[in-house]
């Protein structure tokens, strides 16, 4: 490899995949969007959900930046903060308790093995069933956001959704004008434990998991079914676990994660 080649780490989190690179030298400027989409194919690059950048901090153990896998900066990734964090501490870059941030806004992570709990903050908004739905046989949970927006539907049977379909339609929606929604199909197994599958806003399709929709779910699950917490989500890719206060000030994320491999490749940034 030349003196461009870029070190990577694939890591799943879980089922939620990312390539991650330590930037911490700030070798790439964040701008290599066509780079960031082309790695990110599963049949041309290395495939992934999306891009983590680990770069340097004055005040935290590191920054974060996210990228989707359509290039562009992502507002919030719960599983991807997860999956940085495990990186830091098992490369050394932080303690088992870290400290980042993401976008100016400041986390909080423990890591316990394999196990990755990530501290995130309330919603900063809530629209319970806003009246936008369109199926019969689906109950409206509501809107809101946790770092990115979420669109979440109560279904009897998540194996029978046609995500991609419906999710895309709820996605580009009106009512979630100008940014759009993610959207996240829920099924409720018990009190305490729920099924969900997300059509992901940026990746542009179904994902295994997403930590901010299973976050979602879990708070509209607490509001309208009398959901006991802390709740199991049982995503395609694993299970993840939410828990949070009345307030809701500080919502807990936990589940695993695993790197999948390392790699070079040359950075194809101008």
Same mark, same amino acid.
């Given at each position: 490899?030349?003196?461009?080649? %870029? ?12 390539? %991650? @690179?330590? =930037?911490?030298?700030?070798? %790439?400027? !964040? ?13 041309q690059g290395i495939g992934a959900d999306g891009i ?15 990228? =989707?896998?359509? *290039? /562009?900066?992502?507002?919030?990734? *719960?599983? *991807? ?20 941030? +993401? ?9 316990? =093995? ?20 369109? &199926?019969?046989?689906?109950?409206? !949970?509501?809107? %809101?956001? #946790?770092?990115?927006?979420?669109? #979440? ?23 979630? $004008?100008?940014?759009?929604? =993610?959207?996240? @199909? ?12 997300? /059509?992901?806003?940026? +990746? &542009? ?5 997403c930590g901010t929709g299973t976050i979602s779910a ?12 802390? #709740?199991? +989500? ?20 936990? !589940?695993? #994660? ?5 790699? $070079? ?6």
């Amino acid at each position: 490899m030349d003196n461009k080649a %870029l070190t990577f780490t694939k890591l799943s989190a879980p089922g939620h995949d990312f390539i %991650l @690179f330590d =930037n911490r030298d700030e070798k %790439l400027s !964040g701008k290599e969007h066509d780079f960031f989409r082309q790695i990110c194919q599963r049949r041309q690059g290395i495939g992934a959900d999306g891009i983590l950048l680990i770069g340097p901090s004055d005040q935290f153990h590191f920054s974060l930046t996210y990228f =989707n896998s359509d *290039g /562009y900066i992502g507002e919030m990734c *719960g599983n *991807g903060a997860r999956a940085a964090a495990y990186y830091s501490f098992t490369h050394k870059i932080a303690p088992s308790e870290v400290e980042f941030d +993401v976008l100016g806004v400041a986390y909080q992570a423990i890591v316990e =093995n394999d196990w990755v709990k990530l501290f995130m903050p309330p919603p900063v908004e809530i629209r319970e069933k806003p009246g936008v739905v369109d &199926e019969a046989d689906f109950q409206e !949970g509501g809107y %809101l956001n #946790v770092g990115v927006p979420h669109y #979440v539907l109560f279904v009897d049977d998540v194996a029978k959704i046609d995500v991609e379909k419906i999710g895309k339609k709820y996605r580009y929606h009106q009512a979630f $004008q100008p940014w759009g929604t =993610n959207v996240n @199909f829920i099924e409720i197994l018990d009190q305490s434990k729920l099924k969900i599958r997300t /059509y992901e806003r940026g +990746v &542009e399709q179904e994902t295994l998991a997403c930590g901010t929709g299973t976050i979602s779910a879990a708070i509209m699950a607490k509001l309208q079914k009398n959901a006991k917490l802390p #709740v199991t +989500v049982q995503a395609p890719g694993g299970d993840l676990r939410v828990d949070f206060d009345n307030d809701m000030t500080k919502i807990l994320l936990e !589940g695993q #994660v695993k790197i999948v491999y390392y790699g $070079q490749l040359p950075s194809g940034a101008e």
